[in-house]
Protein backbone atom coordinates (compact mmCIF):
# COMPACT_ATOMS: atom_id res chain seq x y z
CA UNK A 1 0.00 0.00 0.00
CA UNK A 2 1.31 3.28 -0.88
CA UNK A 3 2.89 5.06 2.12
CA UNK A 4 3.54 2.06 4.21
CA UNK A 5 7.28 1.11 3.21
CA UNK A 6 9.63 2.60 4.61
CA UNK A 7 13.33 2.54 2.69
CA UNK A 8 16.15 3.89 4.59
CA UNK A 9 17.13 7.29 3.37
CA UNK A 10 19.70 7.50 0.64
CA UNK A 11 23.51 9.29 1.45
CA UNK A 12 22.08 12.30 -0.60
CA UNK A 13 18.47 12.99 1.67
CA UNK A 14 21.11 12.66 4.68
CA UNK A 15 23.51 15.18 3.30
CA UNK A 16 20.47 17.35 2.63
CA UNK A 17 19.19 16.96 6.06
CA UNK A 18 22.46 18.35 7.30
CA UNK A 19 22.99 21.09 5.04
CA UNK A 20 19.84 22.36 5.96
CA UNK A 21 20.15 22.48 10.13
CA UNK A 22 20.88 26.26 11.19
CA UNK A 23 24.09 27.00 12.87
CA UNK A 24 23.70 27.32 16.89
CA UNK A 25 25.33 30.75 16.64
CA UNK A 26 22.82 31.77 14.33
CA UNK A 27 19.64 30.61 16.44
CA UNK A 28 19.18 33.54 18.71
CA UNK A 29 18.86 36.22 15.75
CA UNK A 30 16.56 33.34 14.24
CA UNK A 31 14.76 32.83 16.94
CA UNK A 32 13.99 36.50 17.63
CA UNK A 33 11.76 36.27 14.58
CA UNK A 34 9.45 34.42 15.36
CA UNK A 35 6.12 36.35 15.39
CA UNK A 36 7.50 38.85 12.83
CA UNK A 37 5.61 39.29 9.82
CA UNK A 38 8.49 37.60 7.70
CA UNK A 39 8.81 39.94 4.44
CA UNK A 40 10.77 38.78 1.34
CA UNK A 41 13.32 40.97 3.10
CA UNK A 42 13.45 39.79 6.45
CA UNK A 43 13.19 35.75 5.31
CA UNK A 44 16.59 36.72 2.98
CA UNK A 45 18.15 38.20 6.37
CA UNK A 46 17.56 35.27 8.22
CA UNK A 47 20.21 33.10 9.44
CA UNK A 48 19.77 29.29 9.13
CA UNK A 49 17.58 30.10 5.66
CA UNK A 50 20.31 30.59 3.07
CA UNK A 51 19.35 32.94 0.17
CA UNK A 52 19.59 30.51 -1.98
CA UNK A 53 19.02 26.84 -1.10
CA UNK A 54 22.09 24.03 -0.49
CA UNK A 55 21.75 21.33 -3.07
CA UNK A 56 23.24 19.61 -6.06
CA UNK A 57 21.58 19.07 -9.37
CA UNK A 58 20.14 15.45 -8.88
CA UNK A 59 18.02 15.18 -6.16
CA UNK A 60 15.61 12.61 -4.77
CA UNK A 61 12.05 14.04 -4.83
CA UNK A 62 10.21 13.86 -1.82
CA UNK A 63 8.73 10.27 -0.69
CA UNK A 64 4.69 10.37 -1.18
CA UNK A 65 3.44 9.24 1.84
CA UNK A 66 -0.73 8.22 2.76
CA UNK A 67 -2.63 11.20 3.13
CA UNK A 68 -4.49 9.77 6.20
CA UNK A 69 -8.48 9.92 7.17
CA UNK A 70 -8.61 13.67 8.15
CA UNK A 71 -7.55 15.90 4.69
CA UNK A 72 -10.32 18.86 4.34
CA UNK A 73 -10.74 20.35 1.65
CA UNK A 74 -10.88 24.16 1.05
CA UNK A 75 -8.49 24.97 4.02
CA UNK A 76 -7.93 28.97 4.68
CA UNK A 77 -4.97 30.71 2.71
CA UNK A 78 -3.16 31.91 5.69
CA UNK A 79 0.64 31.15 6.98
CA UNK A 80 0.15 31.11 10.44
CA UNK A 81 -2.63 28.29 12.00
CA UNK A 82 -1.72 29.94 15.58
CA UNK A 83 -5.28 31.57 16.39
CA UNK A 84 -6.78 32.55 19.69
CA UNK A 85 -7.22 29.38 22.10
CA UNK A 86 -5.07 27.29 20.48
CA UNK A 87 -1.83 25.90 23.22
CA UNK A 88 1.15 24.24 22.57
CA UNK A 89 4.90 24.85 22.19
CA UNK A 90 5.60 27.40 19.05
CA UNK A 91 6.70 25.54 15.54
CA UNK A 92 8.26 28.04 13.11
CA UNK A 93 8.47 25.82 10.00
CA UNK A 94 10.60 26.86 6.81
CA UNK A 95 12.35 25.81 3.98
CA UNK A 96 11.89 25.78 0.09
CA UNK A 97 10.28 24.01 -2.48
CA UNK A 98 12.46 22.52 -5.45
CA UNK A 99 12.84 20.83 -9.04
CA UNK A 100 15.14 18.14 -8.83
CA UNK A 101 17.54 19.95 -10.31
CA UNK A 102 17.65 22.20 -7.30
CA UNK A 103 15.54 25.02 -9.01
CA UNK A 104 13.40 26.53 -6.38
CA UNK A 105 9.66 26.73 -7.28
CA UNK A 106 7.00 29.89 -7.68
CA UNK A 107 3.36 29.61 -6.29
CA UNK A 108 3.33 26.28 -5.49
CA UNK A 109 0.90 25.09 -3.39
CA UNK A 110 1.24 23.63 0.53
CA UNK A 111 -1.86 22.71 1.80
CA UNK A 112 -0.95 21.81 5.61
CA UNK A 113 -2.99 20.20 8.25
CA UNK A 114 -2.18 18.27 11.80
CA UNK A 115 -3.67 17.43 15.06
CA UNK A 116 -3.57 20.03 17.62
CA UNK A 117 -1.42 19.93 20.63
CA UNK A 118 -3.54 17.28 22.30
CA UNK A 119 -3.51 15.01 19.26
CA UNK A 120 -6.92 15.77 17.67
CA UNK A 121 -7.89 16.94 14.16
CA UNK A 122 -10.59 19.41 13.82
CA UNK A 123 -13.08 17.70 11.28
CA UNK A 124 -15.91 20.67 12.01
CA UNK A 125 -13.53 23.67 11.19
CA UNK A 126 -9.99 24.46 10.04
CA UNK A 127 -8.23 24.75 13.29
CA UNK A 128 -4.66 23.38 12.44
CA UNK A 129 -4.95 23.77 8.35
CA UNK A 130 -4.15 26.36 6.14
CA UNK A 131 -2.58 26.63 2.90
CA UNK A 132 -0.08 28.92 1.04
CA UNK A 133 2.01 29.51 -1.69
CA UNK A 134 5.78 29.39 -2.09
CA UNK A 135 7.22 33.14 -3.11
CA UNK A 136 9.42 34.10 -6.11
CA UNK A 137 12.45 32.57 -4.48
CA UNK A 138 10.26 29.15 -3.92
CA UNK A 139 10.33 29.46 -0.05
CA UNK A 140 8.05 28.64 2.14
CA UNK A 141 7.07 29.15 5.84
CA UNK A 142 4.64 28.34 8.54
CA UNK A 143 3.82 29.33 12.23
CA UNK A 144 2.13 26.36 14.00
CA UNK A 145 2.54 24.48 17.26
CA UNK A 146 3.90 20.71 17.79
CA UNK A 147 1.09 18.30 17.01
CA UNK A 148 0.34 15.73 19.80
CA UNK A 149 0.15 12.61 19.80
CA UNK A 150 -2.60 10.37 18.91
CA UNK A 151 -3.28 6.39 18.81
CA UNK A 152 -1.34 4.33 16.38
CA UNK A 153 1.09 7.00 14.96
CA UNK A 154 4.28 9.18 16.23
CA UNK A 155 4.38 13.16 15.43
CA UNK A 156 3.56 14.09 12.23
CA UNK A 157 2.52 16.90 9.94
CA UNK A 158 0.50 16.38 6.41
CA UNK A 159 1.09 18.63 3.96
CA UNK A 160 0.09 18.58 -0.08
CA UNK A 161 2.54 20.23 -2.43
CA UNK A 162 1.24 20.94 -5.76
CA UNK A 163 3.50 23.10 -8.82
CA UNK A 164 1.03 24.93 -11.12
CA UNK A 165 -0.17 22.15 -13.38
CA UNK A 166 1.23 19.38 -11.83
CA UNK A 167 0.34 16.62 -9.93
CA UNK A 168 0.21 16.84 -5.95
CA UNK A 169 2.49 15.30 -3.93
CA UNK A 170 0.86 14.31 -0.34
CA UNK A 171 3.42 13.39 2.41
CA UNK A 172 4.29 13.95 5.80
CA UNK A 173 6.83 15.45 8.14
CA UNK A 174 8.56 13.84 10.87
CA UNK A 175 10.09 14.91 14.27
CA UNK A 176 13.32 13.91 15.16
CA UNK A 177 14.44 12.03 18.50
CA UNK A 178 10.25 10.62 18.61
CA UNK A 179 10.36 7.33 20.75
CA UNK A 180 7.08 6.60 18.30
CA UNK A 181 9.40 7.00 15.00
CA UNK A 182 10.28 3.43 15.58
CA UNK A 183 6.80 1.59 15.96
CA UNK A 184 5.38 3.78 13.24
CA UNK A 185 4.98 1.50 10.00
CA UNK A 186 4.15 4.87 7.87
CA UNK A 187 7.38 6.61 9.22
CA UNK A 188 10.05 7.64 7.13
CA UNK A 189 13.06 8.80 8.08
CA UNK A 190 13.94 10.98 4.63
CA UNK A 191 10.59 12.70 5.54
CA UNK A 192 11.94 14.06 8.80
CA UNK A 193 12.56 17.72 9.72
CA UNK A 194 15.75 19.27 11.05
CA UNK A 195 14.36 20.57 14.20
CA UNK A 196 15.98 23.02 16.78
CA UNK A 197 14.99 24.74 20.01
CA UNK A 198 14.40 28.24 20.24
CA UNK A 199 14.00 30.91 22.68
CA UNK A 200 10.17 30.42 21.55
CA UNK A 201 9.54 27.16 20.64
CA UNK A 202 11.17 25.19 18.11
CA UNK A 203 12.32 26.40 14.68
CA UNK A 204 11.76 23.08 11.58
CA UNK A 205 13.37 22.99 8.11
CA UNK A 206 12.39 20.87 5.45
CA UNK A 207 12.95 21.21 1.70
CA UNK A 208 10.21 19.46 -0.86
CA UNK A 209 11.98 18.26 -3.90
CA UNK A 210 9.03 17.98 -6.60
CA UNK A 211 9.76 14.89 -9.13
CA UNK A 212 9.96 17.94 -11.87
CA UNK A 213 13.79 18.11 -13.70
FE1 LIG B 1 -2.36 12.32 10.94
Known sequence: ???????????????RALMVLPT??????????????WTPEVLAQTPGLPP??????AEDATPRQTE?????????QRTSL?????TGTPLHLTGYVLSRRCQPLARVLLD????????????????????????????????????G?????????HVTVQAPDRPPLT??????????????????PALVMALQDTTDGKAARFNFVLDIS
Open 171 to 188: TQLYFPGEPRNGRDGIFN
Open 112 to 147: FWQADARGQYDNLGYRCRGHQFTDDAGRYHLETVVP
Open 52 to 57: TPVCTD
Open 82 to 86: VEPGL
Open 1 to 15: MEGYDHPLPTRRQML
Open 24 to 37: TLALPAYAGLLGRE
Open 149 to 157: LYPGRTRHI
Open 68 to 76: GPYYKQNSP
